[in-house]
């Protein structure tokens, strides 16, 4: 057998975005979720004990998937066909007691490797499941999963930007293994309410979280002077985050992009000081991007475990995970009025090119370094374009006065980004993930020999991450239709889709990236 490439040819067509099409989507993907969650639960056990990987790989992701398909179930539910008990099928993955695993310094997040607050996470999370997603005075957290958490921020807040692991030292603040997985998960914590009791032993831990953010920042800050009095200041980044001591990383899962849409779920108050510093990074990233035709490099300086012909296109490196920045950063009309500049539009619109001639990868359709991952992007880039072009209009504005402009440079390339533009992709590519492996192995179901992930029925590497796009993609149609049919009757303006519940509905089902987000802290990881 050849050699696969990295990335296979794309031969897709953008779908027209009209009713028809959103209809026929939304009951292909909710098809979709259904089966592959059927095969998820058919095809892995369950657990007794918690092992040594944590929401990225094995049953601690595929729990938290079944969790997210049963708070987004009334945007998924066939009426012809019968209701998968999602709830149970996650607490089943969710063993009783916590793991006889120590905290490390240098494994604060539940995404990556073996961590108790892996087990904090789902078991929270359960919890918030049995009460249907309903925050109550009755809902309380174990004593000593709290505790866990404030152990765990108390070693976030000591930690320096570089961590010891294994015996070498590694970045302490990505989103696999560092504080901003660690933040993220405080912040969706924070969105919910509980009984007198664990609000009040809670209240150390999420009274850190300032603090958090500005040791964050803190340590972007000391990256980007290191980096500078090592490397010069021709590449240096106002924010710069080491992966391997000495090497700065750009992707989501490993770098700046990721660290920085989590930040940008932070409350505005806790983020006024740090926008000039936030702003400046995403213009430094997105005019490197337009220097390279869309791409994002690996890191800075350069390090690769092998030459490759082109950039890496997928979530942990690559810019797909510029994509979902901007996507958050465009809904903030703060950072944007006094930070926007003309490169966000060229990095959207050429990394959208990149993606889209680059991003179906032959190691098939995962969240981390797949189709879906790659894709998701584009439904936060449609949200910002569809319900907060507002935001971006006003910003542009003010670009226009601060640099008494008459026109924005590439006016051109900005008009060609519309909701529709990126909705007509992600679509393609959704759909398109229906024929990757594990969920069909049919050998004569498509001209695209993607390979089996190692980790079939995982979250990130395979067909749980692949469920939980399409789940959020029926989300982003069921609210897209609802806004159409208000317009068709006569009856839309901007406050009425504030007062629908219908639309409120679905539009509030649509959780983001696991691990990342984009909407906001909605509560649920």
């Not at 969650?37 to 944590?54: H, K, R, S, V, Y």
């Not at 012909?309 to 006094?338: D, F, M």
């Not at 992709?425 to 020999?449: I, Q, V």
């Not at 889709?497 to 219908?502: A, E, G, K, M």
């Amino acid at each position: 057998m050849a050699e696969r490439p990295q990335y296979f040819e794309n031969t897709l067509t953008p779908l027209s975005i009209n009713t028809t099409t959103l209809f026929e989507s939304l009951r292909e993907l909710r098809v979709a979720v259904r089966n592959g969650a059927g095969l998820i639960q058919e095809n892995t056990p369950l657990p007794e004990t918690w092992g040594p990987n944590g929401i990225f790989r094995a049953f601690p992701g595929i729990a938290l998937a079944f969790l997210r398909l049963d708070y987004q179930s009334s945007v998924l539910e066939d009426p012809k066909a019968t209701t998968l008990d999602y709830r149970r099928y996650a607490l089943q993955r969710i063993p009783s007691s916590l793991p006889d695993t120590p905290l490390l310094a240098s494994r604060l997040s539940p995404i990556g490797s073996s961590s108790p607050v892996t087990a904090v996470t789902l078991r929270i999370l359960g919890t918030l499941a049995n009460n249907d997603w309903q925050d109550s005075a009755n809902v309380s957290i174990a004593r000593e999963d709290i505790t866990c958490l404030h152990q765990a921020t108390q070693w976030a807040l000591k930690n320096e930007p570089l961590v010891a692991h294994d015996g070498r030292k590694m970045g302490g603040d990505e989103v696999l293994f560092g504080r901003s997985g660690l933040l993220w998960f405080l912040l969706n914590v924070r969105a919910h309410r509980f009984d007198q009791e664990t609000q009040e032993l809670l209240s150390p831990v999420l009274e850190a979280i300032p603090e958090l953010v500005r040791v964050i920042v803190d340590a972007g800050q000391q990256g980007s002077k290191e980096y500078t009095e090592k490397n010069g200041a021709n590449d240096a980044h106002p924010l710069m985050y080491a992966w391997m001591e000495g090497h700065y990383c750009f992707g989501a899962v490993h770098g700046i992009t990721g660290i920085l849409t989590i930040l940008l779920s932070c409350k505005p108050a806790e983020l006024t000081d740090y926008f000039p510093v936030i702003g400046g990074t995403i213009t430094t990233l997105c005019k490197l991007s337009g220097a390279t035709n869309g791409h994002l490099p690996m890191t800075l300086p350069p390090y690769s475990f092998r030459q490759r012909s082109s950039e890496l296109v997928q979530l942990c490196h690559g810019s797909p995970g510029l994509l979902i920045l901007l996507g958050a950063a465009l809904k903030n009309g703060s950072l944007t009025r006094a930070h926007w500049d003309p490169s966000w539009d060229q990095a959207i619109y050429l990394g959208t090119q990149r993606v889209w001639e680059e991003g179906l990868l032959s190691k098939g359709g995962s969240l981390c370094h797949g189709v879906t991952g790659n894709a998701w992007a584009w439904l936060l880039l449609h949200d910002c374009f569809e319900y907060h072009s507002d935001n971006l209009n006003d910003a542009r504005t003010a670009y226009l006065q601060r640099n008494k402009l008459s026109a924005l440079p590439n006016v051109e390339m900005s008009q060609e980004l519309t909701s529709n533009f990126f909705l007509s992709r992600a679509l393609a590519f959704m759909l398109h993930a229906r024929e990757t492996k594990p969920y069909n192995t049919s050998p004569a179901s498509s001209d695209k020999d993607y390979r089996m992930p190692d980790e079939p029925y995982s979250l990130f590497e395979g067909v749980a991450g692949n469920v939980c796009a399409w789940a959020d993609t029926c989300a982003v149609l069921q609210a897209r239709l609802r806004k159409i049919e208000l317009v068709e009757q006569g009856a839309w303006a901007t406050s009425t889709l504030s007062q629908d519940p219908v639309f409120q509905d679905a539009f509030h089902r649509q959780l983001g990236f696991p691990a990342l987000g984009g909407n906001g802290a909605t509560g649920l990881f």
